[in-house]
């Protein structure tokens, strides 16, 4: 018997797996994101697809640690004086967020004749929208660190504060439930705030002193366990005193973001966070009662779209009265427009108190999970649908006219660099660029630089490229800087071009585009840090000079064979740290070697590279 169930048990694990592998890269392929992935994945499994699990719930509750690691890692990437700084995002954007789609959508359920506290139970879940499914998309988009990222990143914590008066409010709503008293009441919020008070002096004090005595043990797995101890007992600690596991841990985070152990934690914590997350997603794929969604579909499907429109709505709105550029509140409307995980407690809170039946439940848990489900397709769609942005160029100069007897294409840190020896040198330079707020921020420390895109011939005439004795490439993409190229060469083949070089195949591909000078821009840098390497194992400067010499020589070499001859040419120039070393002269003779009788002939000859 014990053998037959750990075997259940393995083939559970092995489904698990075996989903979110051959789902997410499918999904990801086709455009869809590893989310909708994961989700169709638990579907498939779940107890109302093939029936590999039969309890979602027990698999969902353990995999809610992924949204509660996700979190702290959140929080260390979010110093105290940040938190402090976004505190009129959290609760003033926050608050009316949450406060403005809570009418709204009990207003839906009002319209659709349920009663006011059915419908404030079914609006006030689906307001709290999925931290996990969120978070993880701005995370994919790589804007959580962007101020827009904050603002939904402050919305998040707010839902994540608001789950405790909505639970107190559905005690109040039962039946009974205004039998209890208002000592009762201030008692749970006094709990809620001595939990958060009691962890925030936990971290300050005792938290680096206890990750140091660890760190002086050098035990790595203590180390891990200590992290995990970290992160699930700030967890539980919340969750005791009413509040959610995610809110204890971002603030366990963000009391360790300053910490000079914050980067080791984040490294433990990681890849527990990347599984729990996805099994998450596969357990709320899970959770979907497809019997309840065939039996009630007409209901679910007017509500999933009347919850998700008029959240964004109200999303949107708020956004804008709060001057919000359009663009921004549109993403923030789809972005934010589903429920969330906490839903599913505020929905069983209710249903334990009678506020809705156990049918009603099921019901407004599907609506929940459809809209989780269809908020990547949202995105997607937000995407197609909406043209780009176009960029403001108030106070910005658009080029036209220009004289400067050099011309500067790109202006990021390699443009702003080699600027520096022509200015010094009294030169007349015209800077172009198409990016608004480093333009502006380059006015701040005494550049001015002009609004204009290289790949563009009229722009290039504009900003005096005809005129000019040299231009310089310093655009940071590889396929730009080739295209101008291109361009300028076609354009003015006299004019002497200087272009930046992301690696080796783009300084090939610059060199056929006609370029008089180009230069990859790491490989100067990369050779002073090897040659200070060197130095600092005590080898003689004028060694380190001739030895650096002599890599600049073999890849002028290499170079030239790879024109030549294609990019996977010229290893020989290369010194590797594998196998049987060539030996190649240090100076290359001045004539080549002949053999003196037939034997040494043919060994020469079956040592010749093969064509």
Known sequence: MAVAASSSDLVQVVALLAAGVVAVPIFKRMGLGS????LAAGVVIGPFGLGVFSESEAI???AELGVVMFLFIIGLEMQPSRLWGLRREIFGLGALQVGVCALLLTGVGMAGGFPIAQSFVAGAGFVLTSTAIVMQLLEE???????KGQRIVSVLLLEDLAIVPLLALIAFLAPGGADTSLSERLTEVGIGLAAIVGLVVAGRYLLNPFFRILADARAREVMTAAALLVVLGSALAMQLSGLSMAMGAFLA???LSESTFRHQLEADIEPFRGILLGLFFLAVGMSLDLHVVAANWRLIAIYVVAYMVMKAFGIYIVARILKTGHRE????????AQGGEFAFVLYSAAAAVGIIDGNANATLTAIVIISMVLTPLAIIALRYLTPRDEQSLDGVDVADGLTGSVLIIGFGRFGQIASQPLLLRGIDVSIIDNDVEMIQAAADFGFKVYYGDGTRLDILHAAGAGRARAVLICVDKADVAVRIAELVK????LLTVLARAFDRGTALQLIRAGVDYQLRETFESALVFGGSALESLGVDPEDVAETIEDVRRRDTNRFE?????GIRAGQRFLRGNIGTPIPTPLSTPRRPGQA???ETAGVLHKSEPAD
């Open 35 to 38: 989310i909708l992935g994961y």
């Open 60 to 62: 969902l509750h353990v």
């Open 141 to 147: 988009r790589g804007e959580i660190a962007a101020p």
């Open 253 to 255: 985070g963000v009391l």
């Open 329 to 336: 509140a549109l993403e923030r409307a789809v972005f934010m």
């Open 490 to 493: 076609a354009e003015f083949p």
């Open 561 to 565: 064979t790879q024109l030549a001859e």
């Open 596 to 598: 003196l009788n037939e």
